[in-house]
């Protein structure tokens, strides 16, 4: 804890005001991660990836992470302090929400801990808002009002962020989030027991393997996936992975021997990759509908952010996608989507320049974690979409298929800039 003893502060001054840093961090699953962040900039960046641990045990556990949190948190802490003057240290930021409230914990405790042995600041900040606002620090073209996909392991949702602090929650999975579908399809291939995959997670397995296979040739037999009309931007992944799993068992029956079976482990992948792309795009494109319906101004501007942001093969249909739908596209680099400290850094220094005050020492028994907290005013049920969007891939990404022009008409200036909130 040598560095932590250079952060004295004989008088708490303004961190709004000062050129004084931020002090960052993020256990909300299983990452455990420590930043410094001063006007924007990534002073010092530490993460403590806790996956090949977890693919030692079969699958991620909740306690298993808290321990490894509890374990590693002040390590990680020390470590990125090591490259920074501790005594430009103005406030710490910490994730509170949403997460698993267990590990979540381990990280407010020790947050408000350095607070109350420095005299400093604390600033909480909503773990799915910092994953799209980061955006912002990678690229000066991000304005606001902006749409956003955000897709991990853990969520999959669709939202505008209106500001840093108001974001309006438009379509969400009801019930596995992609990053969840990918590693149980790992986890039937047996993917984190082969030695190049052992310290992947199973998504980035997946995506590895699928840049070399052809999805056309492993089928999956399923029916579409239905979402009920009153939440029609809402996601699903379970029935598909149901469908998933039954044709892998029966193709595994099927093969000659377990070297046939693992030639055909690109191809299995690329098809389970397709089936996330194409369920994801023909939401994000009912909700582009949607918007230009409804003359909702988003500044024609998508940022896709999460652990599967890093998605080689899902980024390459998005991109195809906004090109077709004239959107802007705009994906934090991988260091970035993965749960990072930087992102909730950065994000607390937005809460500060839009007028945010931060909590002092006094007041903490008012913060506390939320591991379900919604990413802003959920309006899921009051998106009406008049027109059949077509779920077909070839539709949704190449302009010879393509049927639906009507959002390219316009221009961005011809949007109304609507309040968001007449959807409340």
């Not at 932590?4 to 004989?10: D, F, T």
């Not at 002090?23 to 002073?43: M, P, Q, R, W, Y």
């Not at 469908?243 to 693992?262: G, L, N, V, Y």
């Not at 809460?351 to 028994?365: A, M, Q, S, T, V």
Request: glycine residues 6%; contains cysteine.
């Amino acid at each position: 804890m040598k560095f932590l003893q250079q952060m004295r502060c004989s008088s708490l001054v303004s961190i709004r005001n000062s050129s004084k840093s931020i002090l960052a961090i993020e256990t909300s699953f299983d990452n455990t991660a420590a930043a410094v962040i001063a006007d924007g900039k990534i002073l010092s960046n530490e993460i403590f990836d806790q996956v090949k641990y977890h693919n030692m045990t079969g699958g991620t556990d909740p306690r298993f992470a808290k321990s490894l949190h509890m374990r590693h948190l002040p390590k990680t802490v020390n470590k990125c302090l090591e490259h920074v003057n501790a005594n430009f240290i103005g406030a710490v930021a910490v994730t509170t929400m949403p997460g698993r409230e267990i590990c979540l914990q381990v990280g407010l405790n020790y947050a408000k801990e350095l607070c109350h042995a420095f005299n400093l600041p604390l600033i909480p900040v909503h773990h799915m808002r910092a994953h799209a606002v980061v955006a912002r620090m990678c690229s000066d073209s991000i304005r606001y009002p902006f749409l956003t996909l955000l897709i991990s392991g853990g969520h999959c949702l669709l939202a505008v962020a209106k500001s840093v602090d108001e974001f309006y929650l438009l379509g969400e999975s009801i019930d596995i989030a992609p990053g969840h579908f990918l590693d149980c399809v790992a986890n039937e291939l047996g993917l984190a027991q082969m030695g190049e995959f052992k310290s992947k997670s199973g998504g980035a397995a997946i995506d590895q393997l699928a840049l070399i296979g052809d999805p056309d040739k492993f089928s999956v037999n399923y029916k579409g996936i239905r979402i009920s009309s009153k939440a029609p931007l809402n996601f699903s992944f379970s029935g598909v992975l149901a469908a998933t799993k039954t044709a892998i068992w029966d193709f595994k029956s099927a093969c000659s021997s377990q070297q046939r079976f693992e030639e055909w482990l690109p191809h299995i992948a690329a098809a389970a990759m397709r089936i996330v792309s194409r369920h994801l795009m023909h939401k994000l494109t009912r909700c582009m509908i949607f918007l230009h319906e409804n003359s909702l101004n988003v500044n024609r501007t998508l940022v896709v952010s999460g652990g599967c942001a890093s998605s080689k093969v899902l980024i390459s249909d998005i991109t195809k996608l906004c090109h077709l739908r004239s959107y802007s596209l705009h994906v934090p680099p991988p260091s970035l989507c993965i749960d990072n400290a930087v992102m909730i850094g950065y994000t607390a220094q937005e809460r500060l320049n839009h007028g945010f005050e931060p909590i002092h020492c006094k007041n903490f028994d008012s913060i506390l974690v939320d591991g379900f907290a919604k990413i802003g005013h959920d309006v899921t049920t009051k998106i009406r979409i008049s027109k059949h969007i077509t779920s077909n891939y070839n539709r949704l990404t190449r302009p010879e298929f393509s049927t639906a022009n009507e959002i390219n008409d316009l221009n961005t200036d011809q949007f109304v800039t609507n309040d968001f909130g007449c959807l409340l």
